[in-house]
């Protein structure tokens, strides 16, 4: 009996035990409050900050301290298994895919009901989730490999249009070229990179090349492994304008020791030679060539090694003993060997632009061309040097008035009128008035005054040779004969023999314009030289009643020159490739004569034909 009343005892005091165990385990498993806030707090910095930002190592760290705190039992279940699902998404991002792999299983393992979270999902990250969701189903497990593999995205999109080369070979320069669609022009065009082995990301400019941007990633930096990049495309104000993959979807390429097709290259240009272990290794080493050694090729060496002269370097620049990136517009320099354009002003390269490039000026572009507003390259169109041509041009005088316009000094010899006017008898005589035999009337004249106005004066038959110094400037000599000038041949008279000679520089606006297909160009011009400048205005010549004489008819004559200068403008008209017609107006000033100074306005029209 005392042996069953113990055995009671004992059983009823291990069941108690049972008891307290279990709610004292119950009482730890409770989530803690305030971790679980504090938590929550971390989770959403890190995904509503740090991942949109793309700091991905930011969000690795916060989401970290979250499990920490989390602990064992701190958290929900459901909680922890989100934190973790966050955190492996950041290790992918960052490039930790299989990082994040362990941290998707744990996540998988707390809640299989668990889905990725909309904030951050892209195909590579949905990917490995789905890869690791069937895993932990299955009841398999996800080691993670010795070596990191890349990850795992399908070949990024972009603005740019690239073809990633399958495969590229360890220690030779790898060539990467971009065409940009878009309609915005592009100031700098940035390939960011990172080889096998790399720990940070650098960067090199691609250049203008034909229709795109090329440039060659140095051979030290394409080690053997995966091979990442990302292309960035700046406006002329260096503001973010396109872009090609990304930091956490990159282009990749393998590198091997060797491959099996043809290597990476530059359009019209042949693969990179590959350098030797010791240029890829050491950018001060030496080449195995010695300096100019005849029959012997050295292989270009890198931006960094040592170099004597511009040759030696893949850069084509050679600059204080190092192989030099040569720099592009807006970057400092001190030298303009140092600049891509070739100029550096104020310290800073000129912004040289490239092929297709939207310009104003020749030498805006890298090749000096500039033509239909787009940068050119290759031979400049051609156009005719020599042009000869045949043209007329009337003259407009504005006319002084003035009294007495035919009487003449006691000496008879000059004008007594301020303005200069002389008289001469209408035709045919053309006879000085008062002429030498009448020199007693030029006292008894009382009248032949002049009112102001513009008159007709002569007319010019011009030929002319000039000569194109560019497509913009020319220079020639026009020369020809004055009809309608003063038959006047006594004293006073013609200031000049009916000649015309002058020296012109003339500008035809556009961009290229001689050989610029427009039909229709702005142009101007300057000219001097010597001619006849005259013209006359009819007036009645009044006598004193004493000398009973009747009034009679003169010409009143106002001669100028032989000097003058003049300028104008108009248009040129393209009748073909060696055929053009001109008309402009001209505003001319003569100096000499019995005027002193006469002003004229020419209308001009011309033919040119082109050697």
């Keep these: 009996m005392h042996r069953i009343r113990s055995a009671v005892v004992s059983r009823t005091f291990a069941s108690w035990i049972v008891v307290v165990v279990a709610l004292l385990t119950a009482v730890t498993a409770v989530a803690d409050p305030r971790v679980e806030r504090d938590v929550r707090a971390l989770q959403k910095s890190a995904i509503e900050q740090d991942n949109l930002n793309m700091n991905y190592a930011g969000a690795v760290r916060k989401l970290s301290a979250g499990v ?3 602990g064992a039992t ?28 362990a941290s998707f299983a744990r996540a998988l393992q707390l809640d299989p009901s668990l889905d990725l979270d909309p904030a951050y999902t892209n195909p590579m990250l949905q990917g490995v989730w789905n890869d690791v969701k069937r895993r932990v189903a ?3 497990s996800t080691p993670a490999p010795a070596v990191a593999a890349p990850p795992a995205a399908p070949p990024p999109a972009g603005d740019f249009v690239h073809t990633p080369p399958s495969e590229a070979l360890v220690r030779t320069p790898l060539a990467v070229y971009v065409e940009y669609p878009g309609s ?4 700098r065009v940035l390939l960011k990179y990172k080889g096998a082995g790399m720990s940070d990301w650098k960067a090199v400019d691609l250049r203008k090349i034909g229709d795109g941007y090329g440039g060659l990633i140095p051979c030290k930096d394409v080690a053997q492994g995966t091979m990442q990049y990302y292309i960035q495309g700046f406006d002329p104000h260096d503001q973010p304008l396109a872009m090609s993959g990304s930091r956490t979807a990159p282009f ?11 290597e990476p290259s530059l359009p019209g240009r042949p693969p990179p030679e590959q350098c030797s272990s010791e240029e890829a290794g050491n950018a001060g080493g030496s080449s195995d060539c010695p300096p100019d050694f005849p029959g012997c090729k050295a292989p270009k060496k890198e931006v960094g090694r040592k170099c004597a002269k511009d040759d030696e370097c893949a850069t084509g620049l050679c600059f204080d003993d190092r192989c030099s990136e040569k720099k592009a517009g807006g970057e400092e320099c001190d030298a303009d060997v140092v600049c891509a354009s070739g100029i550096c002003k104020n310290d800073k390269c000129s912004d040289k632009k490239g092929t297709g490039d939207y310009c104003e000026k020749d030498d805006e572009c890298a090749s000096n061309r500039c033509e239909d507003s787009k940068c050119r390259t290759g031979p400049a169109a051609e156009f005719h040097r020599v042009w000869i041509g045949l043209g ?27 303005a200069g006017y002389n008289c001469v008898d209408p ?6 008035f008062p002429s030498p035999q009448s020199g007693s009337l030029n006292s008894e004249i009382s009248g032949g005054d002049v009112q102001s106005g513009v008159k007709f004066g002569n007319l010019r038959i011009l030929a002319s040779v000039d000569y194109a110094f560019t497509p913009n400037v020319m220079v020639g000599v026009h020369g020809g004969y004055v009809l309608f000038t003063n038959p006047a041949t006594g004293t006073p008279g013609a200031a000049f023999a009916p000649v015309h000679v002058e020296a012109r520089l003339s500008y035809v606006f556009g961009q290229n314009a001689l050989a610029s297909p427009a039909v229709v160009s ?85 033919l040119q034909f082109g050697l």
């Design 68 to 70: 920490n705190k989390c």
């Design 74 to 101: 701190k958290c929900s279940p459901s909680l922890k298994a989100s934190v973790l699902r966050d955190l492996g998404a950041m290790q992918a991002l960052s490039g930790n895919v299989d990082e994040g792999k």
């Design 252 to 262: 990749t390429v393998e590198v091997s020791a060797q491959i099996s097709g043809a």
């Design 427 to 432: 035709p045919p005589a053309n006879t000085n």
């Design 392 to 418: 007329i041009q009337a003259d407009l005088y504005v006319m002084p008035s003035g009294p007495d316009a035919c009487k003449l000094n006691a000496a008879g010899t000059k004008p007594l009128n301020s």
């Design 184 to 187: 915005e022009a592009l100031g």
């Design 522 to 606: 702005p142009m101007v011009l300057l000219a001097a030289g010597v001619g006849e400048f005259d013209a006359f205005v009819p007036v009645t010549v009044a006598f004193t009643q004493a000398s009973n004489v009747a009034p009679r008819a003169e010409n009143a004559w106002l001669t100028a020159g032989p000097g003058f200068l003049a300028g104008g403008a108009g248009v040129r008209l393209k009748l073909g490739s060696s055929l053009a017609a001109t008309g402009v107006l001209k505003l001319e000033g003569a100096f000499g004569g019995t005027a002193g100074f006469l002003f004229g306005i020419a209308p001009e029209i011309a």
């Design 138 to 140: 299955g009841g398999g």
